[in-house]
């Protein structure tokens, strides 16, 4: 398997990526419809509990694609 060279770690895609996710939602349930408000609340809900249990889903698929851990997911491998 090819792995993405970058040193941008898994931690780094996660907080970018939710971060985009959460702007996007605020800027959709602005001009369109509050409804959108729900995927910032999942987005933040799932960041709470990854804080907790270590599981995100996004971080699961970042590494098997090849990008490097960080210190937030997957602390136990070593830095690649």
Known sequence: ???VQSTTSIDQ???RIAGM???VSLVLAHFYSPYWLW???????????????G?????IVLKKIGVT????????????
């Open 1 to 3: 398997m090819n792995t």
């Open 13 to 15: 895609w996660v907080f």
């Open 21 to 23: 996710f959460v702007l």
């Open 39 to 53: 995927f910032t609340a999942f987005v933040g809900l799932n960041l709470f509990q990854s804080s907790f249990t």
């Open 55 to 59: 599981f995100c889903p996004l971080a």
């Open 69 to 80: 851990s960080g210190a937030a997911f997957f602390p136990n491998h070593s830095l690649k």
